[in-house]
């Protein structure tokens, strides 16, 4: 598994993987098979795959550190690109497939429905750290500051539950809300702990 891992045939595998919901969705668009109403299903099929890429991506630090497979990391970017891949789609099947680009009519329904400018919000930093995923922006901006713009991935995950917990809020059905909020927490609630840890030795090496 490990050597596995390492072949750059992995990286193509892992992307084909992460495609097939989408071809899912595509075969489903044309064999008439997205139900009555194909553009909410296609809304909610699109974000809950966006929520569950996010937690791949936040996954891949505590694989590497509990697996002691360094290896693990070579992923994280690819899946933090489909995040945001299926966040965009998301995106699309509202504003063109819901609401027919019709731009006043979204404005309204955003006033009406809060809960979708808070997916917005999170669409909008996605965007950021997209675009700032590649190795020259790395550079461009310096380690440190790279890194602290990309914690922002918190704020997404915040932002993303906050989102779903809404929408559902109107029908009082919070179970996958919960599901979900449970893994996110444990994942940052894990980097939380190790950050605690760590943050002794690293204020003493600073003395030393
Ligand atoms: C990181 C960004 C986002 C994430 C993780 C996310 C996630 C989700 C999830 C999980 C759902 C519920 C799906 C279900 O019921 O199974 C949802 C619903 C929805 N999202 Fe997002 N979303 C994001 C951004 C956006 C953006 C940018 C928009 C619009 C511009 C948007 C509009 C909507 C709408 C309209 C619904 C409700 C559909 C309905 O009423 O059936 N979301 N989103």
Same mark, same amino acid.
């Given at each position: 598994?490990?050597?596995?891992?390492?072949q750059?045939?992995?990286?193509?595998?892992?992307?084909?993987?992460?495609?097939?919901?989408?071809?899912?969705? =595509?075969?489903?668009?044309?064999?008439?098979?997205?139900?009555?109403?194909?553009?909410?299903?296609?809304?909610?099929?699109? @974000?809950?795959?966006t929520?569950?890429?996010?937690?791949?991506?936040?996954? !891949?630090?505590?694989?590497? =550190? !509990?697996?002691?497979?360094?290896?693990?990391?070579r992923?994280?970017?690819?899946l933090?690109?489909?995040?945001?891949?299926?966040?965009?789609? #998301?995106?699309?099947?509202?504003?063109?497939?819901?609401?027919?680009?019709?731009?006043?009519?979204?404005?309204?329904?955003?006033?009406?429905?809060?809960?979708?400018?808070?997916?917005?919000?999170?669409?909008?930093?996605?965007?950021?750290?997209?675009?700032?995923?590649f190795?020259?922006?790395?550079?461009?901006?310096?380690?440190?500051?790279?890194?602290?713009? #990309?914690?922002?991935?918190?704020?997404i995950?915040?932002?993303?539950?906050? #989102?779903?917990?809404?929408?559902?809020?109107?029908?009082?059905?919070?179970?996958?809300?919960?599901?979900?909020?449970?893994?996110?927490?444990?994942?940052? @609630?894990w980097?939380?702990v190790?950050?605690?840890?760590?943050?002794?030795?690293?204020?003493?090496?600073?003395?030393?």
């Amino acid at each position: 598994m490990r050597a596995f891992l390492a072949q750059p045939a992995a990286k193509i595998f892992l992307s084909l993987v992460c495609l097939i919901p989408l071809s899912r969705l =595509v075969y489903l668009t044309f064999s008439d098979g997205l139900g009555a109403n194909p553009a909410e299903y296609l809304i909610r099929a699109t @974000g809950d795959w966006t929520l569950r890429f996010l937690c791949l991506t936040l996954a !891949i630090t505590p694989l590497r =550190v !509990i697996s002691a497979w360094p290896e693990w990391v070579r992923f994280r970017r690819s899946l933090g690109l489909f995040t945001f891949f299926y966040a965009c789609l #998301h995106a699309c099947s509202y504003t063109v497939f819901d609401m027919g680009l019709e731009w006043a009519d979204i404005g309204r329904d955003i006033l009406k429905r809060p809960f979708i400018a808070v997916g917005f919000s999170a669409w909008l930093l996605l965007w950021l750290l997209a675009a700032t995923s590649f190795n020259r922006a790395v550079k461009w901006l310096g380690a440190k500051r790279w890194q602290a713009l #990309h914690r922002a991935v918190y704020g997404i995950a915040g932002l993303a539950v906050l #989102h779903f917990f809404w929408m559902r809020a109107s029908k009082q059905n919070f179970a996958e809300v919960a599901v979900y909020a449970a893994v996110l927490a444990l994942l940052l @609630g894990w980097r939380v702990v190790r950050a605690l840890r760590q943050w002794p030795a690293k204020r003493m090496a600073r003395v030393l």
